[in-house]
């Protein structure tokens, strides 16, 4: 993604969240898009707690900044552990949101099961795991078929046009 992904708006999909004695809530993730600094607040989705990085680092090492496809550690302050889950998203800016529907083209595999209207899917997009429905338009998606869909997740997930994402049977 490059320059352009240094450029857009700052997202982290949250692989762990855990308590370190001295510190407090520290997530860990690879930055998606954008660039963090520690003079910027996060929110964390779904449920929009607002956090301050303390500090930043990158393979172990402190850094002043993360940026797309690094590996990194961000130390919170002001927001406790439980609130910061695997499958949340560290944002910066104001316009990302968190949301039940999701529209996608979808392509499914050969030998994929047909999808009927209101199949139960898990629903793998950043580091989410969720339950989801999937409804085709216009009817059923027939195995191999490229067909727009409406995605029904439970609970809430962030995702934006051209996110990659995956299904497996429920």
Same mark, same amino acid.
């Given at each position: 993604?490059?320059?352009?992904?240094?450029? &857009?708006?700052?997202?982290? !999909?949250? &692989?762990?969240?855990?308590?370190?004695?001295?510190? $407090?809530?520290?997530?860990?993730?690879?930055?998606?898009?954008?660039?963090?600094?520690?003079?910027?607040?996060?929110?964390?989705?779904?449920?929009?707690?607002v956090a301050r990085p303390r500090g930043l680092q990158n393979h172990g090492e402190t850094v002043t900044?993360?940026? !797309?496809?690094?590996?990194?550690?961000?130390?919170?302050? $002001?927001?406790?552990?439980?609130?910061? *889950?695997?499958?949340?998203?560290?944002?910066? &800016?104001?316009?990302?949101?968190?949301?039940? %529907?999701?529209?996608?083209?979808?392509?499914?595999?050969?030998? *994929?099961?047909?999808?009927? !209207?209101?199949?139960? %899917?898990?629903?793998?997009? $950043?580091?989410?795991?969720?339950?989801?429905?999937?409804?085709?338009?216009?009817?059923?998606?027939?195995?191999?078929?490229?067909?727009? %869909?409406?995605?029904?997740? &439970?609970?809430?997930?962030?995702?934006?046009?051209?996110?990659?994402? $995956?299904?497996?049977?429920?």
């Open positions: 993604r490059g320059k352009a992904a240094r450029n &857009d708006l700052f997202r982290l !999909p949250v &692989d762990r969240a855990f308590t370190v004695k001295g510190t $407090g809530t520290v997530i860990t993730g690879t930055v998606w898009t954008g660039v963090l600094t520690l003079e910027e607040s996060v929110r964390v989705l779904p449920g929009g707690a900044r993360i940026t !797309p496809g690094m590996r990194a550690a961000v130390a919170l302050a $002001g927001v406790e552990t439980t609130a910061v *889950a695997r499958g949340s998203t560290l944002v910066t &800016d104001p316009a990302w949101s968190e949301s039940l %529907v999701l529209r996608a083209d979808f392509t499914t595999l050969p030998e *994929a099961p047909e999808l009927r !209207p209101r199949t139960r %899917v898990r629903l793998h997009l $950043g580091t989410s795991d969720v339950g989801a429905r999937v409804v085709g338009v216009g009817g059923p998606v027939r195995a191999g078929s490229q067909r727009p %869909v409406r995605i029904l997740a &439970d609970p809430l997930v962030v995702g934006r046009g051209g996110d990659r994402f $995956g299904f497996r049977s429920a």
